[in-house]
């Protein structure tokens, strides 16, 4: 498995800014992922972090709302942008391996948004 | 629309018995199979994972998968209160950066002493 942090663990923002959570891994992976988790609910994709090139997002969630970077195999951004109370949420960065696809996730960054 | 279905429990037993979890997926072409236990206020941990049909142990821990059936389970022996916690199961489909797991929506286990 890997080892994954996120900073922040927490925030908490006004309506209308915007913040932007890292994603660190202790080793190169393959893949990245971020993911929200809103309270009582089970985890949905917002996007897949690609290395050099332009983050797959799912629907539902656009680029202009949530820029993700990825400028190497261990790092990963994600940005909350113009945010609303109805951001408020956990969002936590995943990474996988390679064969088997183990996905492992980060500690989380529970923002709450005012 | 791909989708992951799980009791949401909760589910209660005691000490020492069997828990079983179930999932069912709708897409057959799904290749791998995920349980996940998330604590209260903590992120999801990854506990077994299955791939071909049967039966996988690991300690306590047994994944069950029935692809025909689009079925896999997972069997906690000897429930433990450190047991209780929401049980997340996940599907995985797709190849190379297509890859993607689709989560359910989770099973509340409670393991009473």
């Known amino acids: 498995s890997a080892v994954i942090s996120q900073k922040p663990s927490r925030d908490i923002c006004q309506r209308g800014t915007s913040l932007t959570i890292q994603c660190q891994v202790d080793?190169?992976?393959?893949?990245m992922f971020w993911y929200r988790q809103q309270p009582g609910q089970s985890l949905t994709l917002i996007a897949t972090?690609?290395?050099?090139?332009?983050?797959?997002?799912e629907s539902g969630f656009v680029i202009d709302k949530f820029p993700i970077s990825r400028p190497n195999l261990t790092f990963s951004t994600l940005t909350v942008s113009n945010m609303s109370p109805e951001d408020s949420s956990i969002y936590l960065c995943?990474?996988?391996?390679?064969?088997?696809?183990?996905?492992?996730f980060g500690p989380g960054t529970r923002l709450t948004v005012t | 629309q791909k989708e992951v279905e799980q009791n949401s429990g909760p589910l209660s037993v005691p000490e020492g018995a069997i828990a079983s979890l179930n999932c069912t997926y709708s897409?057959?072409?799904?290749?791998?199979f995920f349980w996940y236990r998330q604590y209260s206020g903590k992120s999801p941990e990854l506990i077994m994972f299955?791939?071909?049909?049967g039966d996988k142990e690991d300690g306590r821990f047994t994944a069950q998968l029935n692809k025909a059936s689009q079925y896999v389970s997972l069997l906690i022996r000897d429930s433990q209160p450190s047991d209780s916690a929401t049980y997340l199961c996940?599907?995985?489909?797709?190849?190379?950066?297509?890859?993607?797991?689709?989560f359910g929506k989770g099973t509340l286990l409670t393991v009473n002493p």
């Open positions: 995943s990474v996988m391996t390679g064969w088997p696809y183990e996905q492992y």
């Open positions: 080793s190169q992976v393959t893949m």
């Open positions: 972090a690609n290395q050099g090139s332009e983050a797959t997002y």
């Open positions: 897409d057959r072409g799904s290749q791998s």
């Open positions: 299955i791939y071909s049909n």
């Open positions: 996940a599907v995985g489909l797709g190849g190379g950066s297509n890859y993607k797991l689709t």
